[in-house]
T-cell receptor, first 114, second 111 residues
Framework: KAGVTQTPRYLIKTRGQQVTLSCSPI?????VSWYQQTPGQGLQFLFE???????NKGNFPGRFSGRQFSNSRSEMNVSTLELGDSALYLC?????????????FGPGTRLTVL | GQSLEQPSEVTAVEGAIVQINCTYQ??????LSWYQQHDGGAPTFLSY????GLEETGRFSSFLSRSDSYGYLLLQELQMKDSASYFC????????????FGAGTRLFVKA
């Protein structure tokens, strides 16, 4: 069974630009979560989607948005990029929502904002 | 809100036992998970506790006390390959489900 895939793996942008990151979950998984990881900060929760609905959102500005499609694939968008948005963006999928015991992570997209 | 506390760094020798503690604060607690992340890699799931007690999976065990809002990960017979970051994470149902991660504990295993 293929794992979680994320594209692109690396991205370099400049301040003020926008970016769209993509995540394809494991086949059959309907829940997708997004996290931002920076050194020393752990994983900061961005969003969780289930069956095309955003179930929860973390404490990030409105420049961060996302969506989930009917095939469970998900995208997140960051507009008006700032230097502080440089981070590893991780996507994770799980079979169901609710208790959500185990999440399977993709390799991440490394975003650098210059 | 939600918060998790875990030590930033732990050092141990090969073959030893190490315990990584995690305390949490949340109003909608469902369960506590542990993840391992090697440098340059993605986090991988280790264990999940929804009820009080000890869960054992090979060399790794995880414990939860809901009344104390406390859990720990126990790693036995440490190997060099266990050098990694370990994250505790709370599954929270407040305002809709989400998983909140701690800042991570960096484990260094020495020969």
């Amino acid at each position: 069974k293929a794992g979680v895939t994320q594209t692109p793996r690396y991205l370099i942008k400049t301040r003020g630009q926008q970016v769209t990151l993509s995540c394809s979950p494991i086949s059959g998984h309907r829940s997708v979560s997004w996290y931002q990881q920076t050194p020393g900060q752990g994983l900061q929760f961005l969003f969780e989607y289930f069956s095309e609905t955003q179930r929860n959102k973390g404490n990030f500005p409105g420049r961060f948005s996302g969506r989930q499609f009917s095939n469970s694939r998900s995208e997140m968008n960051v507009s008006t990029l700032e230097l502080g948005d440089s981070a590893l963006y991780l996507c994770a999928s799980s079979l169901e929502q609710g208790e959500g015991r185990e999440q399977f992570f993709g390799p991440g997209t490394r975003l650098t904002v210059l | 809100g939600q918060s998790l506390e875990q030590p930033s760094e732990v050092t141990a020798v090969e073959g030893a036992i190490v315990q990584i503690n995690c305390t949490y604060q949340t109003s909608g607690f469902y369960g506590l998970s542990w993840y391992q992340q090697h440098d340059g890699g993605a986090p991988t799931f280790l264990s999940y506790n929804a009820l009080d007690g000890l869960e054992e999976t090979g060399r790794f065990s995880s414990f939860l006390s809901r009344s104390d809002s406390y859990g720990y990960l126990l790693l036995q017979e440490l190997q060099m390959k266990d050098s990694a970051s370990y994250f505790c994470a709370v599954r929270d149902g407040t305002g809709g489900f989400k998983t909140i991660f701690g800042a991570g504990t960096r484990l260094f295993v020495k020969a």
